[in-house]
């Protein structure tokens, strides 16, 4: 078994008043204790907008801090919300990195909820098909030595993109879910699953069983 900690980066909050520097600095320490105590891997959320529940918008910015500061726990992205971001971009601070930790990341992409998308300008009801454009793109940007791309929502002329990851072909990529059509979207995509104990552990096995048969 192994075991993991995911942070929301949640703080108490009175107004608008947060102590954000001892937040993000109590966050490393614990980080760097986590490796140091054996812990197989860390995940970190992308939120916007939620006072009081999440203070990792660019978890990005503290993956950078972490590659120097540990030295052999897994450190993942749960989730890159894909809509929000160019896949081109999303690829180079993943590899980013990934090139910093010696290849110790774990990729894991999302959609995320109407009230952050329409905050960020983003129509919900585009969101699963900029997520499927999104997922296609990423791993052959990593792959390719030149890219190029003609979609619906974003186009990218002939193009290297750098860098490329260390884990070859690339990191682990998931899917966080929660219906069981998003299960079976995973498993047609050939990638994992992220998911959590917010529903009752019966109702996770039936959706672990229809990953598990769709990914055959």
Request: glycine share 8%; with cysteine; proline share 6%.
């Amino acid at each position: 078994m192994r075991f993991g900690l995911l942070y929301e980066m949640q703080r108490p909050s009175k107004g608008t008043e947060i102590d954000w520097n001892t937040l993000y600095k109590e966050t490393l320490e614990q980080c760097e204790l986590a490796d140091q105590m054996g812990f197989d891997n860390l995940w970190f959320v992308e939120h916007h907008f939620l006072t009081g529940f999440s203070g990792s918008p660019c978890p990005e910015v503290m993956f950078g801090a972490l590659s120097q500061r540990t030295k052999r726990i897994r450190i993942g992205f749960g989730v890159s919300i894909l809509p929000y971001h160019h896949p081109v971009r999303v690829a180079e601070r993943v590899a980013m990195v990934d090139q910093l930790t010696d290849g110790r990341v774990e990729f894991g992409t999302g959609r995320s909820n109407a009230y952050e998308q329409t905050g960020l300008g983003i129509d919900p009801r585009d969101t699963r098909a900029m997520w499927e454009e999104s997922i296609t793109m990423i791993p052959q940007i990593w792959q390719s030595e030149e890219f190029s791309w003609k979609g619906r929502f974003w186009n990218v002329p002939p193009r290297r993109v750098l860098p490329k990851t260390y884990q070859k072909p690339h990191p682990p990529i998931y899917l966080a879910c929660t219906q069981t059509e998003s299960f079976k979207l995973a498993a047609a995509k050939g990638i994992g699953v992220l998911s959590s104990a917010s529903y009752a552990t019966s109702v996770l096995t039936e959706h672990v069983k229809v990953y598990r048969q769709n990914i055959q």
